[in-house]
């Protein structure tokens, strides 16, 4: 598999594989850790019986029209500087089991997963540097932005936009920073 790391502004990295986004700088050294790692971590986490999870989130499927969609986006990494206490955050605010880790000097937290959606990972390391400015990732907060964003403050984050309507036919959104000072995008398609 061709895949290539890509570091964007806000050191939030993604990971793609097969396209090549013109202007971004790649850089490929640890790409073969961290997908081997994910790889593991995907298999380990599809083991577990999904019910463990508990997730209150509504991951929509990925087929369309009857054909398994193929994501560019494989891997998303959230940067921290305290794995802990961003792993308590998602915990709670998501009602889902994330598994720490270790892969050398660097501290993951690692979502479960499906197959047909991206990765998401929490990491900490020397180049991964929280930042309320770049790239905003939107998360799916199920059926009601209402549930999540209501468990935001209590757990240390701060709520910058409430439940937004983008259009009837495309749901909603808000924002928010979480424990870390990530801005973090939460979004309900209808």
């Known amino acids: 598999m061709n895949c290539r790391f890509f570091t964007i502004q806000s050191k939030l990295n993604v990971y793609n594989c097969g396209i090549k986004l013109k202007g971004y700088f790649i850089k490929g050294i640890r790409m073969k850790k961290i997908f081997v790692l994910v790889f593991v971590v995907m298999l380990v986490m599809n083991c577990k019986d999904s019910n463990e999870m508990g997730s209150n989130t ?21 940067p921290v500087t305290n794995v802990k206490r961003a792993i308590a955050f998602y915990e709670k ?15 993951l937290g690692v979502f479960p997963s499906t197959q047909t ?17 770049g790239v905003l990732v939107y998360l799916n907060a199920g059926n009601d932005l209402t549930t999540v964003l209501s468990l935001i403050e209590p757990n240390g984050g701060k709520v910058l936009l409430e439940k937004t309507e983008i259009s009837p036919e495309m749901g909603n959104y808000a924002l928010f920073l979480d424990t870390e000072g990530n801005r973090i995008g939460l979004h309900y398609s209808k």
């Open 58 to 78: 509504n991951i929509q499927s990925g087929k369309e029209g009857g054909k398994e969609m193929n994501p560019i986006i494989s891997i998303v990494e959230i």
């Open 93 to 107: 605010i998501f009602s889902i089991q994330i598994e720490q880790m270790e892969m050398g000097d660097t501290e």
């Open 117 to 133: 959606g991206p990765s998401i990972v929490l990491t900490k390391g020397k180049e991964y540097k929280p930042k309320s400015d």
